[in-house]
T-cell receptor, first 114, second 113 residues
Framework: DAKTTQPPSMDCAEGRAANLPCNHS???????VYWYRQIHSQGPQYIIH???NNETNEMASLIITEDRKSSTLILPHATLRDTAVYYC???????????????FGGGTRVLVKP | KAGVTQTPRYLIKTRGQQVTLSCSPI?????VSWYQQTPGQGLQFLFE???????NKGNFPGRFSGRQFSNSRSEMNVSTLELGDSALYLC????????????FGEGSRLTVL
């Protein structure tokens, strides 16, 4: 799976949008971008994933650049409960050998401040 | 709908002992994966099971093993515990063995003294 690079930490004001960048310049054509977050003392939580089109769900939006070398996770109205470590993961699917293995990097520690 | 359940949540062992951790996946999920999380190494993949068969294995020594039962419940075992095995062990389940959308439990925190 391709390697990802994320800033180690960032702060965000409560109620404002949080934009979390991720660089995956070596991504392959069959690799998707996944985002997870881990709130302190809990297991990681799936947020969203995408291939090349922008995606949106009830939690967040995912913007992937046209060349697919980077992406941004957007939390539209950050709350204190969004304070967590956010992981950007690139993973090939539809390849049997990939299984459900996820390669987590260091992630971005997001602190939402009142 | 119940989530992924891991037991025990906390346990303390001494070096040389062995430990067995249990994971009950979400009802209907047939794939179970295990991860180790430590402050130094972060989240690392241990192994994955589907239909009682190990499909994938991470880079861990043979002291780490697992199995899956016919009801999809899974256990992992660590033998001859070392201090470095102290970690949060996370279990994740999914419908199929080839999706990136995993549902994680809250983990079992193991302390080795």
């Amino acid at each position: 799976d391709a390697k990802t690079t994320q800033p180690p930490s960032m702060d965000c004001a409560e109620g404002r949008a949080a934009n979390l960048p991720c660089n995956h310049s070596t991504i392959s054509g069959n690799e998707y971008v996944y985002w997870y977050r881990q709130i302190h003392s809990q297991g990681p939580q799936y947020i969203i994933h995408g291939l090349k089109n922008n995606e949106t769900n009830e939690m967040a939006s995912l913007i992937i650049t046209e060349d697919r070398k980077s992406s941004t996770l957007i939390l539209p109205h950050a709350t204190l409960r969004d304070t967590a470590v956010y992981y950007c993961i690139v993973r090939a699917i539809l390849i049997k050998a990939a299984g459900n293995k996820l390669t987590f990097g260091g992630g971005t520690r997001v602190l939402v401040k009142p | 709908k119940a989530g992924v359940t891991q037991t025990p949540r906390y346990l303390i062992k001494t070096r040389g002992q062995q430990v067995t951790l249990s994971c009950s996946p979400i009802s209907g999920h047939r794939s179970v994966s295990w991860y180790q999380q430590t402050p130094g190494q972060g989240l690392q993949f241990l192994f994955e099971y589907f239909s009682e068969t190990q499909r994938n294995k991470g880079n861990f020594p043979g002291r780490f093993s697992g199995r899956q039962f016919s009801n999809s419940r899974s256990e992992m075992n660590v033998s001859t515990l070392e201090l470095g095995d102290s970690a949060l062990y996370l279990c994740a389940s999914s419908w199929t063995p080839n999706t990136g959308e995993l549902f994680f439990g809250e983990g079992s925190r193991l302390t080795v003294l």
